[in-house]
């Protein structure tokens, strides 16, 4: 038996050994690990038949669900067959049956409600995962690997239906009002933020990947139709003139006048150096361009002259800003009292008028750090606001006050 061959036995095997997890995992959407169904899960993971439903659970992956939707003739194959938006649209009237069984205290009407809102978050999410990685596969591999233009015109038309259905998916599910609609309900809420919301960003990832190469072959796309069409025109000619033949148009004085909308071909020439029938002719001009470039070199470089001005710049005086001087003013009244506090607030409302007071406290507080640096005798003292409720982070100041203790340095 053959290596697929044995693959398919060891499926068919495990199926039909651990069909009873499988149906637990169909029926109750989950089935959790122990020890002694462990080892079974890990195998039917490994298979593909089971995926992972949290941190120890496994559900029935999305195409063995469908499969078995079908075989069973179930209520939900019939949303299988309709587009990605209508599976929102019945996300949504399940969410609110839910809300409704949960404010009327129906809990087993709740426990269906949950199971199937799982199941459909589930379908959603596998299936724009396949679809999204599927489509950027074919487009990276198959995409161009067509040989006539009415394939590749096929193969756009396939690309774009599907793109569009993806972008209308995405499109119709609204994060924001999914979460708001389950913000009372936190198991809801968070199925739908860990299983959905939080993969929307890596689906929209990969449809910009894809319309970003779909712009790429779109364009290639064009530029065949327009030389096609050349090509098809002047085949049509010669169906319609069988007995067309080119002209020697060299033997002619003048030239057909659409001759001069052609563009010439760009021709480039060049001597082989390998061929020793040149040798003399590349010699002369190997020797010319030396030549050239000796008289070149021995050129002098006229530099300009800077003229040279003996006498010094004139030096301008930068006047003083006005809080600069308020500022000054401020502490010659403080070392003039020493001993004696002086408030920076009440300093201000007398001597500035022009200055904001939490300004004010901001410039008296940086001149005043920076004399400390030098006058180790100025003290200062901050007047805070009262804690309040909340912890900010940052201290309120209301004022400043400013003394020299002893003799001024």
Known sequence: MSQAGQGLERLFKALANQSNLIATAYFNGVVYKDQQNQRA??????????V?????????????SQFIDSALSSDRVRRLDTDLASWIETLEQQIGLYQDAWDENRVADCDNYLAEIERLVFDLADTLEENTRYLLMLVNSRFANVRTLAEKQKQNTFYIARLEKLVNAISALQPEFLLEMVDEQPVIYALLDRQLIRLLPIYQQRLQTILDKLKIFLFELRQIEARSQLVQGFA???????NYQTQDWSE????????????PLALSAHADPMDHALEDELIEIAQKIRLDTDVLLAKQKQRPVNAITLSPPEKQAIALPLYRKQLR????????NQGQALSALAFQQVFVDDIEPSSWLSCVLNEGLRRQQNNKQLQMDLVHVEVGRGFSGNQKITDIIVKVRGEAA
Do not use: M, T
């Not at 899960?41 to 089971?50: D, E, N, R, S």
């Not at 992972?52 to 063995?64: F, K, Q």
């Not at 003048?254 to 052609?262: A, E, R």
């Open 52 to 64: 992972n439903h949290d941190a120890d659970g496994y559900r029935v992956s999305g195409r063995l």
């Open 236 to 242: 049509f000619f010669l169906q319609q003139n069988p």
């Open 41 to 50: 899960l890990a195998q039917l993971k490994q298979l593909k038949v089971l």
């Open 252 to 263: 002619h004085e003048h030239l057909p006048c659409h001759w001069n909308q052609i563009k």
């Open 329 to 336: 003013g401020y502490f010659e009244r403080v070392l003039k």
